[in-house]
């Protein structure tokens, strides 16, 4: 299709901001097929986000330059950061699920 692959440019998920204006934000694939796990890509039910310093790591490693400045969650060649950061994030949402 049409659009920027800012976050990974080796899969077909475009960014089109056309679509996303006309489909209430569904114009913005490629983000959510890189991070799939991040809330404000689809129904939230356990508010995991991504941090700035991730996407910008990930656009620069992976994006096909249309981003100003990213990794998914698995990827074989995930940078120790990133890793830790995911770590630390599923551990404050497991300690928050137990407190409630």
Not at 18 to 23: G, K, R, W
Not at 41 to 50: E, M, Q
Not at 75 to 93: G, R
Request: hydrophobic letters at 30%.
């Amino acid at each position: 299709m049409w659009g920027q692959k800012p976050y990974d440019k080796d899969i077909s998920p475009v960014e089109n901001l056309a679509v996303s204006l006309a489909a209430l934000g569904e114009g913005w694939h490629n983000y959510h097929h890189v991070f799939p796990w991040d809330y404000k890509t689809g129904w939230a039910y356990d508010l995991k986000s991504v941090s700035k310093g991730m996407i910008a790591r990930r656009a620069k490693k992976c994006g096909d330059g249309s981003h100003p400045q990213i990794w998914g969650y698995g990827d074989t060649d995930i940078e120790k950061e990133d890793m830790e950061e995911l770590e630390t994030m599923a551990e404050e949402n497991e300690l928050l699920e137990h407190s409630e």
